[in-house]
């Protein structure tokens, strides 16, 4: 605590991001559901052209600043995903466009709703705006209650499949929720829909009051770069430019902007990693079972599991001693689950082991 704070910095609790150690290559790290593959090949020669190309490197575009509207990483966006510029928006990740989000549409007049269990940024960016944040209790521990979502006032916030629960939604119960909120702002995080969830983004010509916010981080490998996007109706869409501009204008970099529209647009790439991806979750999946752990049916690239006779901390301190790192968080109701990241074969075999020597021994 410093003399310097003022009272919002005092209040806050921050977002605590999962870990990444100095040298990542020394561990298993299946902590932060990144992707285990690199990004398409495309990526590193959109990036390279930008610096000058491959002969010159040079880097002289570096002078100049980027598109404010990150235009051809939106323009990808559009063609990959059938949207106007109109409803697009891209930011600096999509932690950022949800904090714009919350700037832009709620206050402290207007309360947003939200799953208990889901990520748990949500309630930082709530306290920050001061925004009154309600949690709406889960089913089971870990299923989202869209009945007692639906009767309740406010915004919502959902992540669409939730995290770190791994669970998705059906389309018809967001329909639903976006029908009963017509007068509030539905936010669906569709961080990692890629992996098994249904998109809502085409319900956004027929709801105005929905945003769809989706990450590059996850499914098109590219955590590192930091891009986002958030697909809406276009007033909502420039509501969010209006905060951004009154923040700051440039928020993707020329890398970012270049490296983005590469990815988004390199299909085969992304379903080919993408199955990788799939069925690796579903092998590890399998296995877990075999040695007693029970987890809900995934829609993403990472597992949520639990074990009947040992702890999820006790499992999370063995893994770590052994250089595996997964997330394992304590919050109420899911104190005794572990967030894995679906890794390589490789990487998934060793964790298959290291378990086996704490389990069977
Ligand atoms: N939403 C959810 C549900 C996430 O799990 C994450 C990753 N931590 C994000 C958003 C943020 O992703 P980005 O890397 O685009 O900021």
């Known amino acids: 605590m410093s003399r310097f704070w003022n009272d919002r910095t005092k209040g806050i609790q921050p977002y605590v991001p999962g870990e990444q150690p100095e040298d990542p290559s020394a561990w298993v790290k299946i902590n932060t559901n990144e992707n285990p593959y690199p990004p398409s ?8 052209s930008e610096m000058g190309g491959k002969q010159s490197l040079s880097g002289a575009n570096l002078r100049l600043y980027p598109s404010a509207e990150a235009a051809p990483f939106l323009d990808a966006v559009c063609e990959r995903y059938g949207l106007k510029r109109s409803q697009v928006f891209a930011g600096n990740g999509s932690d950022e466009i949800l904090a714009f989000r919350f700037m832009a549409f709620w206050d402290k007049n207007r309360p947003v709703i939200s799953p208990a269990v889901t990520y748990s940024f949500y309630p930082v960016y709530a306290s920050i705006f001061d925004i009154p944040y309600r949690a709406i209790p889960m089913k089971n521990d870990i299923e989202v209650d869209c009945d007692a979502i639906a009767v309740q006032k406010g915004g919502v916030v959902l992540a669409n499949p939730n995290a770190p629960t791994s ?4 389309l018809d119960d967001i329909r639903r929720i976006l ?8 936010l669906v995080d569709e961080a990692y829909v890629d992996y098994g969830g249904e998109s809502a983004i085409g319900l956004i010509t027929e709801f105005d009051n929905l945003l ?9 490998s590219l955590a590192g770069m930091r891009i ?7 007033e909502l869409i420039e509501g969010l430019r209006r905060m951004k501009d009154s923040f700051n204008s440039y928020t993707i970099d020329r890398l970012a902007i270049v490296a983005g529209a590469a990815a988004i647009l390199d299909r085969d790439y992304f379903d080919r990693t993408r199955e990788m991806v799939l069925a690796t979750r579903e092998r590890t ?11 809900p049916a995934s829609s993403t690239n990472f597992l949520f599991v639990t074990h009947p006779e040992h702890s999820a901390k006790d499992i999370f301190s063995f893994l770590k001693e052994k250089k595996i790192l997964v997330r394992h968080f304590n919050t109420a109701g899911i104190e005794n689950y572990l967030r894995i990241t679906i890794g390589t074969d490789e990487e998934m075999d060793r964790l298959l082991s290291v378990l086996k020597e704490f389990i069977v021994g």
Not at 167 to 170: D, E, G, K, R
Not at 228 to 234: I, Q, V
């Open 167 to 170: 669970i998705a939604l059906p």
């Open 212 to 220: 769809v916010v989706r990450t590059l981080s996850k499914s098109y």
């Open 179 to 186: 029908e009963a909120h017509r007068d509030d702002v539905v």
């Open 228 to 234: 986002g996007f958030a697909a809406g109706n276009p």
């Open 41 to 48: 090949p495309r990526v590193v020669e959109a990036i390279l």
């Open 285 to 295: 999946a399998e296995k877990l079972r075999e040695l007693g752990f029970a987890m």
